[in-house]
């Protein structure tokens, strides 16, 4: 939750620097070839400019590092944890070129240019060519690099990934992208294409990457402000599902979230005293709407002691009473901590003590006031985490809103460039703040609070966060329908980018009345969306925004779409196993089904949301919106259970309780009861919704909600597939337990049509099984 403050737009070197045409624009030299050494596990070559080498990390991933003549050897990543898989290099070497074959591709290096060019087994041209690889020398040893790639795939290619940015489009095809953290504009250096690679760029400093469309040449350009060598990895597979894996083979996968972190959050900014965010989850009870988290937002300390993570005693008398009266009512709570710290406290002395306080005293960008930030690259992970851990991890919080963690610092963005951190530069780190700050916070937290798994709710992201089971958020946004229509894209392109967790303030953060019906159509559309993110959370400054505030007519759609997101909870569930288990994505762009349509490539504004397509209303007033419905695979619509013929774009009614849906033919979809809290449903009877004309499939995942026992194999999954030809619905035998778990299962099958299994009510007409854990199979 803070005051945005404008941007500085950098401009890129690449311009500059490609003048010189040489790898090291201070020293012209020869990028021929002079030299080259290979293994099975790398091919490396040198020239008067430099040093490249390759290395296979599997049989589909490529590293690719050019070092600069003379320079140091560089630092360790900073965002790769992953270990190189067993692939081996076939080489050959002749006057002309050097080629290191995979099963998979084929790597050429002519000796002319020492260009590194991509292909296909058996492929004559190349589905990616190196262009020209520029380091120009900067300040204290580091490099401004510039690295362009030759694209000859034609008009079908696009580009996804790169962050979460508020500039709305999906296919980056058509724009550049600017990689600097700001509030509302997160940066993250991985590539996705729909030509089977994703490419990881690795470098933490700020980067452009610029995109030429075939028609003007085809090119793609990364070009970064500080680096010491030049260093991507090229990931290369038949699907986006397997290049995201990559990814995450290499970066680290998602962990679990606990299955109460995929309720229903509310949110505001802020919650003044004890007895205020008590009494808002007690009503949330007493009204009987579900919800599973509320958050205490800042300003909870007494003046002058933000950074002392201490409540205010006379707002806040028994914080601990505070959080148990919360556990109490089967609600969860997370409280905002920051990086920052006023002068006057106690964590400030001794964070400034132990040398892990950047030197310069910042003025706030709000509240007025001065403050020092941490340093998280080094030993002050784990110092800042005990002070939180001390203070008020003792109160019992279930985990940390970690905000402004860009660094905001002063609110100038481009400060992060001036510091001096215990990774190096802050010119060379300067994006990766997030994914450090995080991980002190996710490893200290689960190594004092072993028993529940942590949530962290972060405003910034960088590559490889991830693996610290952390949630980003679009930071503090406008409410209005144009910023409204850009976080679908926004949200798409983040996910595209590695991490999987991502939502947005219901509503916007600086936002309107609820009781202006103007705005509560937006809230209403907004919220409709958001009961389809991986968060379903509200939040905002000014008038706050729980339900009961609204319009009766608001309050009963916004209550329906919450009921939904806690019937859906078994299948979102399911999704976050998938995640952590096979690097999947719940909340996907078309392309990750619909790769193969080009129809289906540049929409911004459907997705995939598990096994529902989901097409938001964006536009104020809007009753109807053109759907495009993809693939070869026929659509039912969720609401009427209508048969839909796919590749055809139709209008749909859409009145303002009316979320479009579409689930595929041959879709499973299980559904809970509707309860008060997440855990409820555990053991209760599930819905399942068999949407019959192809095979389906789906695995339903079930532990314990909390802690780490799946880990250790304290799960089981249930497999459900539906064979259409003979119409014959398999639930497999189920594989593994946990503790609690109940022998038997009662599903109440329900095979869709036209009179049953439409919409969110639960259906009228089904067949009831006792599942006891072996394989069934059932007839339609």
């Known amino acids: 939750m803070t005051f945005g403050a404008g941007r500085v737009l950098v401009v890129p070197f690449f311009s500059i620097v490609a003048l010189f045409g040489v790898a090291n624009a201070a020293t012209p030299c020869s990028p021929a070839v002079t030299a080259v050494t290979s293994a099975k596990d790398n091919v490396t070559f040198s020239s008067t400019c430099g040093t490249t080498l390759i290395e296979p990390w599997s049989d589909g991933i490529i590293r690719v590092r050019h070092l600069p003549a003379g320079a140091p050897a560089p630092r360790p990543s900073l965002i790769v944890n992953g270990k190189k898989q067993a692939a081996h290099f076939v080489v050959s070497n002749t006057s002309e070129e050097i080629v290191a074959a995979l099963p998979a591709l084929r790597i050429v290096v002519g000796k002319k240019d020492g260009h590194v060019t991509f292909f296909r087994p058996g492929g004559k041209e190349p589905f990616l060519a190196e262009n020209k690889n520029i380091a120009a020398p900067a300040a204290s040893g580091l490099y401004k690099i510039a690295q362009s790639f030759g694209v000859p795939f034609g008009a079908g290619l696009h580009y996804y990934g790169l962050g979460q940015h508020p500039a709305g489009g999906l296919d980056w095809q058509k724009q550049g992208v600017h990689l600097q953290q700001a509030n509302g504009d997160t940066g993250l250096p991985f590539l996705l294409t729909n030509a089977g690679w994703g490419m990881l760029w690795d470098n933490a400093s700020v980067t452009d990457v610029s995109v030429q469309r075939p028609a003007e040449g085809g090119t793609l350009t990364f070009s970064s402000e500080a680096a010491e060598a030049t260093d991507y990895y090229l990931i290369t597979s038949a699907t986006p599902d397997a290049i995201i894996a990559g990814y995450r083979n290499l970066t680290g996968a998602a962990p679990m979230l606990p299955r109460w972190a995929f309720g229903f959050w509310q949110s505001y900014e802020h919650y003044a005293t004890q007895d205020e965010i008590v009494g808002v989850a007690k009503k949330y009870r007493d009204l009987n709407i579900p919800i599973d988290g509320i958050i205490q937002d800042w300003q909870y300390w007494k003046d002058g002691q933000w950074g002392a993570h201490q409540f205010d005693p006379t707002r806040y008398p028994d914080p601990t009473k505070m959080v148990a009266d919360i556990h109490a009512m089967n609600i969860h709570t997370i409280v905002s901590v920051w990086a920052r710290f006023d002068k006057d406290t106690d964590n400030r002395a001794e964070l400034d003590a132990a040398g892990v306080l950047y030197p310069e005293t910042y003025k706030n960008v709000y509240p007025p006031g001065f403050g020092r930030w941490y340093d998280p690259f080094g030993k002050g992970r784990d110092l800042y985490w005990n002070q939180i851990s001390k203070r008020l991890g003792k109160n019992g919080f279930d985990g940390w ?277 997440a855990e409820a449903q555990k053991d209760a009877p599930l819905e399942i919704r068999v949407y019959r004309g192809a095979n389906g499939h789906f695995t339903l995942y079930d532990d314990s909600g909390n802690g780490w026992g799946y880990e250790k194999g304290q799960r089981a999954t249930i497999a459900f597939d539906w064979n259409e030809q003979t119409q014959t619905l398999t639930l497999g035998a189920r594989q593994g337990k946990f503790p609690g778990m109940k022998p038997s299962r009662e599903f109440h099958i329900v095979f869709v049509d036209e009179k049953s299994g439409i919409g969110d009510a639960p259906a009228a007409a089904f067949r009831t099984v006792n599942y006891k854990g072996q394989k069934l199979a059932i007839k339609a």
Request: proline residues 7%.
């Open 401 to 677: 809103w970690l905000d402004a963690s860009e660094a905001e610092l002063g609110g100038e963005w481009g400060q992060m460039r001036e510091v001096t951190t215990a990774k190096g530069p802050g010119a060379l780190v300067y994006n990766a703040y997030p994914l450090y700050h995080t991980t002190g916070v996710f490893e200290g937290h689960r190594r004092d609070f072993p028993d529940r798994r942590p949530v962290i709710l972060t405003r910034s992201a960088w590559a490889g966060m991830q693996r610290n089971g952390a949630i980003s958020w679009s930071g503090d946004i406008h409410g209005d329908w144009e910023t409204f229509r850009r976080q679908i894209p926004a949200g798409l392109n983040f996910v595209a980018a590695g991490l999987p967790y991502w939502n947005t303030d219901i509503g916007g953060f600086f936002a309107g009345d609820p009781a202006d019906p103007a705005y509560a159509e937006l809230f209403t559309r907004w919220f409709e969306f958001g009961a389809f993110t991986p968060m379903f959370r509200t939040h905002g400054t000014g008038k706050s925004k729980e339900m009961w505030h609204f319009p009766e007519a608001t309050q009963t759609i916004l209550k329906r779409y919450d009921a939904l997101r806690y019937r859906l909870l078994p299948t979102i569930y399911s999704l976050a196993w998938d995640v952590t288990a096979n690097n999947g994505s719940m909340m996907r762009p078309l392309v990750f089904d619909f790769a193969s349509d080009p129809d289906a490539l540049d929409i911004a504004d459907q997705y995939m949301f598990g096994p529902l397509m989901v097409a938001p209303i964006t536009r104020k007033g809007a009753s109807v919106r053109t759907v495009y419905l993809p693939g070869d695979t026929a659509w039912i619509d969720f609401w009427t259970a209508q048969r839909l013929k796919a590749k055809t774009t139709i209008v749909t009614s859409a009145p303002i309780d009316r979320l479009p849906l579409y689930v595929r033919a041959g879709t499973i979809l299980p559904l809970g009861p509707v309860v008060q809290y």
